[in-house]
């Protein structure tokens, strides 16, 4: 008799891949969705710990060499028509959402999670502090740009690269800078 199998994950209709998929899996494998038309390029890392989550929604594209990571419970949400650059490494030990149609450009850094810093311990030792990231749609994300937990980007906005975003950031604005500065606002042409 065939033995009962569980199913794995949901993969929609029309995945493409251009290349070879890492999947490094460390507890259950069902909090892995893909939805349909999702492009992934060459040497992708997926990664999931304990009861990590990763959600990519219809139309999704990953470029060369990204590394997604939900460890713990953290979760990553990448919403339709989004696109993450190549070399970008999406880390999540808390919430992670990215909204509709994004650009993240190359080489992000984006993280929900962060270290801890008592003296008491050696850093290897130390627990994790774990927030949210959330980035709201219709955002530019420009190359080289670090986003640490607890920030939120509003709707619209635009991040120039090689920035350092720590802090919320208002919709429909221009930012740049290490820290990120809001320089401008975005208007009708």
């Known amino acids: 008799t065939a033995a009962e199998v569980t199913p794995v994950s949901q993969i929609g209709k029309d995945i493409k891949f251009n290349g070879p998929i890492n999947f490094i899996l460390n507890g259950p494998i069902q909090n892995i969705e893909f939805s349909e038309q999702v492009t992934f390029g060459k040497n992708i890392t997926i990664k999931k710990r304990k009861n990590g989550k990763i959600f990519l929604k219809k139309k999704v594209y990953i470029d060369d060499n990204v590394r997604l990571v939900a460890a713990r419970n953290g979760s990553i949400e990448i919403n339709e028509g989004t696109e993450i650059g190549s070399n970008s490494i999406l880390n999540?030990?808390?919430?992670?959402?990215?909204?509709?149609?994004?650009?993240?450009?190359?080489?992000?850094?984006?993280?929900?999670?962060?270290?801890?810093?008592?003296?008491?311990?050696?850093?290897?030792?130390?627990?994790?502090?774990?927030?949210?990231?959330?980035?709201?749609?219709?955002?530019?994300?420009?190359?080289?740009?670090?986003?640490?937990?607890?920030?939120?980007?509003?709707?619209?906005?635009?991040?120039?690269?090689?920035?350092?975003?720590?802090?919320?950031?208002?919709?429909?604005?221009?930012?740049?800078?290490?820290p990120s500065k809001k320089v401008s606002e975005r208007v009708i042409s």
């Open 92 to 178: 999540s030990g808390g919430e992670m959402t990215i909204g509709k149609y994004c650009l993240i450009s190359n080489n992000c850094n984006i993280n929900s999670s962060s270290h801890g810093t008592n003296l008491s311990k050696y850093i290897m030792d130390q627990d994790h502090e774990h927030g949210k990231v959330i980035i709201k749609d219709d955002v530019w994300i420009g190359g080289f740009v670090t986003i640490t937990l607890n920030t939120s980007i509003g709707e619209g906005a635009i991040i120039g690269a090689n920035s350092f975003c720590s802090k919320n950031i208002d919709r429909f604005s221009i930012n740049y800078g290490s």
